[in-house]
């Protein structure tokens, strides 16, 4: 990433995944990226309504590219644009952008500003990739996401045991993956036994497999219920992340 700073200018390359846009102005768009380096940036893309603009394509959600920053008294702008991957096919298959727009929404509400979110970045940019080439089924891809964005961001529970009274769950038919008890609670703990937020013995392996050899690697197609994961992960966050 290259970088050069003087006493009065600042410009920084940096690679950035669109995670919201707004309008600005008459014809400039600003754009919330995730990045590597910094967390959430916020930037001004000037004149990137007009048709003809180079920056066009940089005020698209779903969209990964190279970004130069220049850095002046105001808002940060990009100078220069190289786009890496659009992610095309989410644009035209409704069913998987769904999924890949509740990915964009918790990576959001997770991300950092000026913090870095390398994990995480890489995490997301890989599933987008995989929502829009892959052959997994986005339901499956999305539970993935947020497994391990609930392991990034500390709050996973261990698949193996009872995060209440520490019971081994070898030998129990599952359990629940319970928000308001912040954790997996066994059929003993759990307060109110919410039918929605059961994992079954298969479902926790299923995650427990996610965790080690990540998802390119499984070969069991076992379709995981998202809601008891995507409920886990909206309590943590405060707010939906599903439509
Ligand atoms: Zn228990």
């Known amino acids: 990433m290259g970088q050069a700073t003087d006493a009065k200018l600042s410009y920084q390359t940096l690679r950035g995944l669109v995670l919201r846009r707004s309008n600005w102005r008459d014809s400039d768009r600003i754009v919330t ?103 997994k089924s986005p339901e499956e891809v999305t539970a993935a996401f947020l497994w391990h964005l609930c392991g990034i961001e500390g709050f996973r529970p261990d698949t193996a045991f009872c995060t209440l009274c520490k019971k081994s769950l070898e030998n129990e038919e599952g359990a629940y993956l319970s928000a308001s008890q912040d954790g997996i609670a066994c059929e003993d703990c759990v307060e109110k036994p919410r039918k929605r937020e059961w994992l079954s013995k298969n479902h926790l392996l299923w995650l427990k497999e996610v965790e080690t050899a990540g998802i390119d690697r499984m070969e069991s197609p076992l379709s995981v219920p998202l809601s008891p994961i995507v409920t886990y992960v909206e309590e943590h966050l405060g707010f939906r992340i599903m439509q």
């Open 33 to 135: 990226l995730l990045t590597m380096e910094r967390g959430k940036v916020d930037v001004v893309l000037r004149g990137a309504r007009k048709p003809k603009s180079p920056l066009l394509p940089a005020g698209e959600v779903f969209t990964l590219g190279e970004f130069v920053l220049y850095k002046g008294r105001g808002h940060e702008m990009a100078t220069a644009f190289t786009l890496l991957d659009a992610y095309y096919p989410l644009r035209q298959d409704y069913h998987r952008l769904s999924f890949a727009s509740l990915t964009l929404k918790a990576a959001d509400g997770v991300a950092q500003k000026e913090a870095p979110e390398e994990h995480l970045f890489i995490l997301l940019a890989r599933t987008l990739a995989r929502l829009a080439y892959g052959k």
